[in-house]
C-alpha cells in the first residue's frame, strides 16, 4: 500500500506499572508511532531513538521522491543502464520479484508508470486515460523488466519506461527493521505502527494483546471491527483515502496490473501475517486483485479480513488464526 493511506489505529494498554513510552513522528512520508515497555524510560527513549534514525536512513535509501536515493538512481538509468546499490537493496528487490510471482503478479514493484498515468504523482488528470495510454503504460510494467546483478550489487530496468514504486513494501520493511532494533535494545513488549502498517510483539500490561480498530471503508472515522494482536504484524489496503477525481468519478490508487484500471471489486482489505513486509506486500496484492483473495487461505500464516461493496451494503470476511483475536 502506499505511504500516505493510514487508517485510525486504537492502541490499548493505558495502565503502566512498567516503563512505558509512546512517540510518534512524520517520517517516510507519514506519521509512524511507537508505542513500547522497557526497563527504564531512558532505555525506551534512546531505542525510540534509534528507530527513528533507521527510518530516515530508509527514506533516503527508497524514498521514490528522493533523486538521490537508491531506488531514484534505479529508475533514472532504466532503458540504459543498471545502477550501483547496496547489498540491502539487491537483497529486497530480489526478494520483491520472489514476492510478485507467489502473488500470480498481482504484487508489482514496477507499478509506477501506471501511478502516474493515472494522476497519482502529478497534475490530476481532467479525463480518462486512454486506451493507448493504458497499453503504453503496462508495456513498462513487470517484475520480469527488473535485473538483479548480485555479484556487482546493481540493479536496472530493461525498459525505458519502467520504473520502480517501493510504496506497497517499503513501509512495510521499516516497520520490521524497526521491532528488530526495539527487541535488540531490550524493549519487552511494542507496537510500531507507520501509515496502516503495524507490527506488535508482547503484550501490553494487563492485556491480552495489542488492540487495534480497522476502519469502516465507507466511513474511515468509524470502526468496522477490533481485534487484539500478540507477536502479529497487520496491514490494510483500501480505496477510500487515496484516489483522483476524473469526470465527477472517483478511482482509488490501487492497480490492477492485469488490465491498467483501478481495482474497484475491493474496498479494503486487511493482512495479518508474521512480517509486516509480507502484510504489506499482501495486503496490496489482494487488494488489486480480486482472484488473489481466493488463495489467501492457502498461504501458511496468513489471515484476513475482507471488505467489499454490495447490493445490500458492505459485506465482511473474515479469516483469522494464530495471534489475532477479535472481540467487540
Known sequence: MLVHIMPSWLIAGQKHTRAYRERSLFTM????TVCAYGDTTRQIDSAINKVIEE???????????MPTSEISRINGSAGSDSAPVSSEVVTLIREMKVLGEQTGGAFDMTVEPLMRLWGFRNTPRSELPSDAEISAALDAVGNNHVFVDESEERVGLDHPASRIDSGGWGVGYAVDRAVAILKAEGIGSALVNHSGDAR???IPEEQEGWAVAIPNPEYPDEMLKSVRLQDCAISTSGDYERFVTIDSM??????????????????SVTIFAGTSLTADVMSTASACSFEMLSRLESLPGLSYIVVR????????????????????
Open 250 to 267: 472517483r478511482y482509488g490508487h490501487l492497480m490492477n496490473v492485469r488490465n491498467g484500471h483501478p481495482e474497484t471489486t475491493v474496498s
Open 29 to 32: 512520508g507519514s506519521i509512524a
Open 309 to 328: 461493496n454490495g447490493p445490500e451494503g458492505l459485506n465482511v470476511r473474515e479469516f483469522l488464526r494464530g495471534g489475532v483475536q477479535a472481540y467487540e
Open 200 to 202: 506488535t510483539f508482547g
Open 55 to 65: 527510518f530516515n536512513r530508509l527514506d533516503r535509501l527508497l524514498s521514490v521522491y
